[in-house]
């Protein structure tokens, strides 16, 4: 598959290519990004380098899809749909994403999961996409749940990063789902 460009009212995104390297690196240096995701920690350039391959090779296989995140053409983040068991055709995927420091807090994930979502249902065919945390990653539940994701539960000991194994959670959506927020039962209604 060919790499696909998604545009929404502030944000460009499209596949990371060799001269976001050193943004990637920049961003993945917040210990929070390191904290959260499974982005090896220290974060250097041979890093960067094999993600920004390994994406190319996973859209040419079909077996993910990522992009840049970019808001004034400044790379802010990544995001994408990651197949679950193989090869992201086989009717489900994973959502996976983070953000940098500067651009928390401004709804630039959700803006961009909504064009990534929508592209995966009506291009993908996809059935269901699911949403895997860290527990205990609030920020990225709170970007979940305002996207119309179910929580579905905890994964005990599902999280494998560099740093060990975690608890995760799961939750879906589902191509016909209405995509209003949920109640949660790990967040208060008012979060």
Wanted: negative net charge.
């Amino acid at each position: 598959m060919e790499p696909v460009t998604l545009r929404t009212a502030r944000l460009e995104l499209r596949s990371p290519t060799a001269e976001d390297a050193q943004s990637i690196v920049d961003a993945c240096q917040d210990p929070e990004i390191a904290r959260w995701t499974v982005v090896p920690s220290p974060y250097g350039m041979e890093d960067a380098e094999k993600f920004i391959a390994v994406v190319s090779q996973s859209w040419a296989d079909g077996d993910e899809c990522t992009w840049a995140i970019r808001r004034g053409g400044a790379l802010v983040g990544m995001i994408g749909l990651h197949g679950i068991s193989g090869n992201i055709d086989g009717g489900r995927a994973e959502i996976g994403f983070w953000i940098a420091p500067d651009a928390r807090g401004q709804g630039v994930v959700a803006e961009a999961a909504r064009a990534v979502i929508e592209w995966g249902f009506a291009h993908l065919d996809l059935a269901r996409i699911e949403w895997r945390a860290r527990a205990g990653n609030m920020a990225s539940a709170k970007t979940a749940r305002s996207l119309g994701f179910r929580y579905e539960g905890l994964l005990r000991q599902a999280h494998a990063s560099p740093r060990g194994r975690d608890d995760a959670w799961i939750a879906g959506l589902l191509a016909h789902d209405d995509r209003s927020p949920g109640s949660w039962p790990i967040m208060n209604d008012t979060e």
